[in-house]
């Protein structure tokens, strides 16, 4: 909503906070226009998943039998918020200076260690034994370490590679840093049965273009467990993916690659170091690592942790020169400095203190595992039913999320919810927020989703 004061003027005029402008101008004008720069005056408040949350919500309060597909976080089937019981454990635990103080810049050491290995899992000791070096930098989620590639890694005024499909936020986190983005398809056009997730003549397309116009070019690839659609990429879409980055990067000596995977769901997929396999599968098959390229995972503990609130994550870099890793640690612990000072302490201690031993370890895993079965049993059930019904569901495989396609997603969301069934319309489809609905809400769901595509 855009907030304006209108007052009307003795001579016609409109004052519009604190200055006097004439009723034509009126209409262009927004409160705090002699405040805010340009780049703020573009950021507006109506976030698409949490108005239609917030229409759920009233449903709901109305005393509607409403079904809530909308949010972003992992609801129990009561729909009260899942919680990994062993992490709040160790929290509860936490030493009173471990919550009160700061942590070192970069990170607590051992989170540092512990990043590592949630973003490799177990390649990281034989992609170690392979001559690689890792940077890790403990930020606020996520979506500090999106923050920390988004400021460091391309010139302002250059573009950013993303899928057609992707978070919508990735936008802010670009914009603010002065990039823009270009895409290429989530699916190919042309059937492809070796890799059918990777569009990879579309992505060499844009690659090859942006080589030509850049001196650095970077890759976000939200994968395995993609929001807002589920897919995950196969090995072979993967190797295929890494190939073509690789060979770019060879071809282009002159121009810096980076690979950025978010694996912000991954600890939830099948193959949760999927991308670590696929880059060890590499090297141990002799591919040629030029210094030109690096490849940067975002982890996150919002989600695998369930640790939302905490803020908790970390960028981890991959490169054979140990001279590289030590400055992308320098520059990216400099950047957290300047821009939210240190990340969070209290859970970097907690959850490496709770991974540090075997018992720890497995009994977080085994809450994960509880908390994925939901997500395995609703999508499952959800694939069943809108196959049943003929409904063209996305490939959808981990994570969240699911998807269904539409030239008009408003038009779909808007029917759905007639039958009092909320999903999240965004560009070029619905999202099906698997992780907010109860397994026995998903018939509703489909239900629904038939009415609205009849
Ligand atoms: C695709 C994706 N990446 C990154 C994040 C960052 O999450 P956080 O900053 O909470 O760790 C999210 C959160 O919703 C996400 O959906």
Request: glycine share 8%.
């Amino acid at each position: 909503m855009l907030r304006w004061r209108r007052r009307i003027q003795p001579q016609g005029a409109e004052e519009c906070v604190g200055r006097t402008i004439s009723n034509a101008t009126m209409g262009l004008v927004m409160a705090g226009e002699q405040i805010f720069n340009a780049a703020a005056s573009a950021k507006q408040g109506s976030d698409t998943i949490f108005g239609w949350w917030a229409r759920y919500q009233n449903a709901k309060a109305s005393g509607k039998d409403a079904v809530n597909g909308t949010i972003g976080a992992l609801l129990e089937d009561d729909g009260s918020l899942a919680i990994n019981k062993v992490v709040d454990a160790a929290v509860r635990a936490a030493p009173e200076l471990e919550i009160s103080a700061y942590a070192p810049l970069p990170g607590l050491p051992a989170f540092l260690d512990l990043s590592k290995t949630l973003a490799l899992g177990e390649c990281r000791g034989p992609l170690e034994e392979a001559g690689f070096h890792f940077a890790s930098t403990a930020t606020p989620g996520g979506s500090g370490a999106l923050y920390l590639a988004a400021n460091n890694l391309l010139e302002r005024g250059q573009t950013v590679m993303l899928r057609d499909r992707h978070w919508g936020p990735y936008k802010g986190f670009l914009v603010n840093n002065g990039l823009s983005f270009r895409t290429w398809p989530l699916l190919s056009s042309q059937t492809n049965t070796e890799h059918p997730y990777f569009a990879r003549s579309e992505f060499e397309g844009v690659l090859g273009e942006l080589c030509k116009e850049q001196d650095k070019v970077m890759v976000w690839l939200n994968d395995p467990a993609h929001n807002p659609t589920g897919l995950s990429m196969t090995t072979n879409g993967r190797a295929a993916l890494f190939d073509s980055f690789v060979s770019s990067a060879l071809r282009n000596e002159n121009v810096g690659h980076t690979l950025l995977i978010d694996a912000a769901y991954a600890l939830y997929a099948d193959e949760p170091h999927g991308w670590a396999d696929t880059i060890l599968d590499a090297v141990e098959d002799g591919a040629p690592w030029p210094s030109n390229l690096v490849v940067c995972i975002s982890v996150s503990l919002s989600k695998s942790h369930t640790i939302y609130g905490l803020r908790t994550g970390a960028l981890v870099s991959i490169h054979p020169e140990q001279e590289i890793t030590d400055r992308i640690n320098t520059v990216m612990a400099v950047t957290g400095r300047q821009t939210w000072s240190a990340a969070p302490r209290i859970a970097q201690y907690c959850v490496s203190e709770m991974h540090s031993t075997e018992e720890g370890g497995a009994a977080w895993e085994e809450e994960r595992d509880r908390l994925r079965t939901l997500l395995v049993e609703r999508r499952a059930a959800l694939k069943t039913a809108c196959s049943a019904k003929g409904i063209p569901l996305n490939p959808t495989m981990d994570g969240f999320f699911a998807w269904l396609e539409s030239d008009d997603p408003v038009a779909l969301a808007e029917a759905c919810a007639e039958k009092e069934v909320y999903l999240v319309p965004l560009d070029g489809g619905v999202r099906i927020g698997l992780c907010a609905l109860a397994l026995s809400d998903v018939e509703k769901v489909v239900d629904a989703l038939s009415y609205a595509l009849s």
